[in-house]
């Protein structure tokens, strides 16, 4: 069913064209919280009580905090711990009742609010960790455990990678088996949230098979990265990644995934709340329409250099949490990576989703501040990685590379000189239609609650 308001087009100036509330969602600039909540943004919101940040509440909520913190006993050892305590739930709470709200709104707009005060948070300790001495940068990290600092045993994993014999039944298994650990776990968790962020089964295949191209690219540097044909194949590619990947799928298949579609004036009525009543607690923690995003790496160079470059940003993330882990000495059970896994994970929702728009929408000029954020901070880890390598990176990459990347490099440039060269003939032009809200010729209209409604079955 579908409502349209009906307006008096008699009364508008005709040299003006009316935009409507449209405009509020469609520019993906900062929403307010009490316009998400006057303007039904979603079909079912949250009541108005759980969706306004109350500020007074919050200050209560965080004076006792603060105030049961600071009756503790305080000492030399914990003290920088307290304080670091103390500043993250400080700058966290103030960030979850007036950051701005991002374009994904599930499970809770306060959520994501403090996602993004991580965030900051992560980009701040990752400034000053830049700018710590080397020395001194492994030893920072011991502030969290005192069991870091100290240089990694680097595993090799192509040790024994023996499965045929000799003898009767020609197939020995035992290393095979060996090989199943937490980190399968890790695999398979890891790439049905990665399908539930791409929303592409074409896409993510090609990430998963293009990680394991870059673990042979780079395991001359990382001894980690050397595993048995089998473990790349037949238990990340075709296993455990696999597996992900389609569970992932059922997920979205199972929450209609549809192309989005942007309202104009829509009023939610009494039957259509009541169809979607909240004593069904679950409809507040699904999205009401799981939008697909289908990339179209191929439909014009714009947006094949965009789409690569989202592939190259989504690697250097995996590749970093080796990396860092590398040159900091930090093991790779340790919940410090589990926490970056985690927060990353979280962080990309809003950053694809909004990379997303930022290709495809027309009406979408701004880059979106999680985006910001999140190339920062991707900069951020990779300049500590660089800074501190020390003799780590110096061996040079084996012909093979080179020859591999040399096909793939000459690869890009023929795709991207045949898709400039296909537009400049068929004489299309893909440069976005930027929209100003402030210029004298678009006027938007407040809604009217009084306005008749037609309703259109």
Not at 275 to 304: A, C, V
Request: glycine residues 2%.
């Amino acid at each position: 069913m579908k409502e349209i308001s009906k307006s008096n087009t008699n009364k508008n100036n005709t040299t003006k064209r009316n935009i409507g509330v449209q405009a509020v969602q469609s520019t993906k600039d900062y929403i307010s919280p009490n316009v998400a909540a006057s303007f039904n943004l979603e079909l079912v919101e949250y009541p108005k009580y759980f969706l306004i940040p109350h500020a007074i509440i919050s200050l209560i909520i965080l004076f006792s905090i603060i105030f049961y913190m600071s009756m503790q006993e305080i000492t030399k050892d914990n003290a920088i711990k307290y304080g670091l305590v103390g500043l993250s739930v400080c700058f966290c709470c103030y960030g979850c009742v007036y950051l701005p709200d991002s374009i994904v709104r599930r499970p809770h707009p306060i959520f994501w609010r403090f996602i993004q005060s991580c965030a900051l948070l992560y980009m701040l300790f990752l400034a000053f960790l830049l700018f710590t001495p080397k020395d001194d940068t492994k030893n920072l990290l011991r502030i969290f455990d005192d069991k870091l600092g100290v240089p990694l045993q680097n595993k090799n994993y192509a040790e024994n990678c023996k499965v045929v014999t000799d003898t009767f039944p020609f197939i020995d298994l035992t290393n095979f088996i060996g090989a199943f650990d937490f980190f399968m776990t890790a695999h398979l968790v890891g790439w049905f949230v990665k399908m539930l962020i791409v929303r592409d089964v074409y896409l993510c295949w090609f990430l998963s098979i293009f990680f394991e191209i870059m673990e042979l690219t780079f395991r001359h540097w990382l001894p980690n990265f050397y595993e048995c044909w089998w473990d790349h194949l037949i238990l990340d590619v075709f296993g455990c990644n696999a597996l992900g990947i389609f569970l992932g799928h059922m997920v979205c298949h199972y929450f209609e995934m549809k192309n989005l579609k942007w309202f104009t004036k829509t009023v939610i009525t009494e039957e259509i709340s009541q169809q979607y009543s909240y004593k069904n607690i679950f409809h507040l923690f699904h999205p009401n329409t799981l939008s697909k995003h289908d990339w179209k790496i191929f439909s014009s160079f714009d947006r094949f250099r965009s789409v690569l470059w989202y592939i190259f940003f989504i690697n250097m993330v995996d590749l970093s949490h080796f990396f860092l882990k590398h040159v900091l000495w930090i093991p790779a059970d340790h919940n410090i990576l589990f926490v970056r896994i985690n927060f990353w994970a979280c962080f990309a929702v809003v950053c694809t989703r909004e990379f997303y728009e930022y290709i495809t929408n027309e009406s979408c000029t701004r880059f979106g501040q999680f985006n910001f954020l999140a190339h920062l901070v991707l900069f951020l880890e990779w300049m500590i990685i660089i800074r501190n390598r020390e003799d780590s990176f110096i061996k040079p990459f084996p012909t093979e590379v080179i020859v591999f990347w040399t096909f793939v490099g000459l690869l890009l440039i023929s795709i991207s000189v045949y898709l400039m060269r296909k537009e400049c003939c068929s004489g299309i032009n893909n440069k976005k239609r930027k929209i100003n809200l402030v210029e004298p010729e678009v006027t938007i209209e407040e809604f009217d609650p009084n306005q008749e409604i037609v309703k259109i079955f």
